[in-house]
T-cell receptor, first 111, second 114 residues
C-alpha cells in the first residue's frame, strides 16, 4: 500500500465545501485512491474511490491530480453530520484482505 | 435493510471469562471480517471469511476464534478474555466481485476486560 499523508485536522463552516487533501507521491499504476470516514462511535463508512479520473457520487467528489500523486475529497455542502475523521487509503484491488487506515484528518464542521 | 449488525454494543468482562460477539449481515455478502480498533493503532484485522464454512487468520488472530456456520453470520469468540483485548471490535462485509477495499462496517462492540 502506498504511504499517504493527510493534515491531522481541519475546520469548515457549515454549508461550505469541505476540501480534504491527501498526498500519495509513491502511488503505483495499479493502486486506487479510496476514502472512508468514521463518525464518532460509529464504524468506518466507505465514501468514494478512483483510479485516475475524477469521480462523483451522492456523497462526495474525488479529484485526482494528473500525476496521481495527490487527491482531494470534496464534500460540496458540509453539514454538522459530516464531522468525522476522514481516511485516505491507497492500495491495489489485489493482495491481502486487510484494510489499513492511517491517522486520517479530523474534520470539524462549524455551525 | 439493516446492513451489518453487531451484538452486543457494549460488554464488560472479567479476566478469564468467555464471550461471543455476533455479526449479522443482510446483504448476501460472501466476505466477512472482524477488526479491532485501539487508540493510536488504527484498525487491525483479526480473522476473516471468504464464504460460509470458511475462516482465515488476519494479522492479530491470537486469543480469538471465529465461526461462519451461516452465510449471514460471523461469530467472534474470546475463550479466556485478557485486559489486552479491551478494544472496539468492528465487523465488516463485502460482496464477491466488488473491490476488496470497499467494505461495509457495523457500528462496533465496545469491550472492556477488567
Amino acid at each position: 500500500d502506498a504511504k499517504t499523508t493527510q493534515p491531522p485536522s481541519m475546520d469548515c463552516a457549515e454549508g461550505r465545501a469541505a476540501n480534504l487533501p491527501c498526498n500519495h507521491s509513491t502511488i503505483s499504476g495499479n493502486e486506487y485512491v479510496y476514502w472512508y470516514r468514521q463518525i464518532h462511535s460509529q464504524g468506518p463508512q466507505y465514501i468514494i474511490h478512483g483510479l485516475k479520473n475524477n469521480e462523483t457520487n451522492e456523497m462526495a467528489s474525488l479529484i485526482i491530480t494528473e500525476d496521481r500523486k495527490s487527491s482531494t475529497l470534496i464534500l460540496p455542502h458540509a453539514t454538522l453530520r459530516d464531522t468525522a475523521v476522514y481516511y485516505c487509503i491507497v492500495r491495489s484491488n489485489f493482495g491481502n484482505e486487510k484494510l489499513t487506515f492511517g491517522t486520517g484528518t479530523r474534520l470539524t464542521i462549524i455551525p | 435493510n439493516a446492513g451489518v449488525t453487531q451484538t452486543p454494543k457494549f460488554r464488560v468482562l472479567k479476566t478469564g471469562q468467555s464471550m461471543t460477539l455476533l455479526c449479522a449481515q443482510d446483504m448476501n455478502h460472501e466476505y466477512m471480517y472482524w477488526y479491532r480498533q485501539d487508540p493510536g493503532m488504527g484498525l487491525r484485522l483479526i480473522h476473516y471469511s471468504v464464504g460460509e464454512g470458511t475462516t482465515a487468520k488476519g494479522e492479530v488472530p491470537d486469543g480469538y476464534n471465529v465461526s461462519r456456520l451461516k452465510k449471514q453470520n460471523f461469530l467472534l469468540g474470546l475463550e479466556s478474555a485478557a485486559p489486552s483485548q479491551t478494544s472496539v471490535y468492528f465487523c465488516a462485509s463485502r460482496k464477491t466481485g466488488t473491490p476488496k477495499n470497499i467494505q461495509y462496517f457495523g457500528a462496533g462492540t465496545r469491550l472492556s476486560v477488567l
